[in-house]
């Protein structure tokens, strides 16, 4: 098996993806408002598949030794730099989950629950029980269980999938639908998240796509039942983001019902 294999079997699921209705039904601030609010759990989590990548592909304990895998780690540090560190057009230094925060700060968003989901866990309380505790939807907490179950499972070829097949990998193409459909006054209104989106685009599909892809390829070598776990997550990944997608999309639908 290798990585044609899974884009061959990952493709329809894929196109439903880039293809769902959500896109096209985020035209006003209002609209755009809600999906953040949404959306932003799947940010936080995409931070923490990058972080778990990390801690499972580098040495971040003293006194240092040498990594097995120097290629994967090498990889996942690229990443790291400009997710976690990236430097903006304004010089600003931020991780992409505080320039997501910054978005929504500029159009009014709601970031309470976030913030106080975050605090709690910086107090060291457990975070599965922040996310099941907390007063979210439960397709919110059905997504955010399954990203840390494969976080879980401190497999690195598991969580690599996951975040290349669920995320690094789909990301422009959506990205690119939200940002078609909104109008120039919307997009000058909330110019930091289409900023947001737009670096994304560039980082995902110029650089950080093809090397997830190259990780997988390191943390699997030629053995088939990683290849075989990396498909299923895969897949389970992208119909999960469909998941959310959808019911994003029926909250959208139910506010124009009620308005």
């Known amino acids: 098996m290798n990585l044609q294999n899974i884009i061959n079997h990952i493709k329809s699921s894929k196109k439903l993806l880039v293809e769902h209705e959500l896109y096209r039904k985020i035209s006003s601030l209002d609209d755009l408002k809600m999906f953040m609010e949404y959306h932003i759990y799947a940010v936080w989590d995409f931070m923490s598949l990058l972080k778990a990548l990390q801690v499972n592909l580098t040495n971040i304990n003293n006194p240092w030794i040498p990594n097995s895998n120097p290629k994967a780690a090498r990889f996942i540090n690229e990443i790291v730099l400009e997710e976690e560190t990236d430097e903006l057009k304004n010089g600003e230094v931020m991780s992409h989950f505080e320039l997501y925060i910054s978005a929504m700060d500029q159009i009014g968003a ?52 996951a975040f290349t097949f669920g995320r690094e990998n789909v990301i422009p193409d959506m990205f690119i639908k939200i940002v078609k459909n909104l109008n120039q006054t919307n997009s000058n209104k909330a110019s930091t998240f289409v900023y947001y989106l737009e670096r994304h685009i560039e980082l995902d599909g110029d650089d950080h796509g093809p090397i997830a892809l190259k990780m997988i390829e ?35 639908k139910y506010e124009y019902t009620v308005n």
């Open 110 to 161: 709601n970031t309470h629950i976030i913030y106080s989901m975050i605090e709690k866990i910086k107090q060291g309380k457990n975070y599965r029980s922040v996310i099941n505790e907390c007063n979210i939807p439960e397709e919110i907490k059905d997504f955010l269980n399954f990203t840390f179950d494969v976080i879980e499972s401190g497999e690195p070829h598991k969580i690599a999938s």
């Open 218 to 252: 390191s943390l699997c070598g030629d053995d088939f039942y990683k290849w075989e776990d990396v498909k299923k997550i895969a897949k389970k990944s992208i119909e999960m983001r469909i998941k959310l997608w959808s019911f994003i999309l029926e909250k959208l």
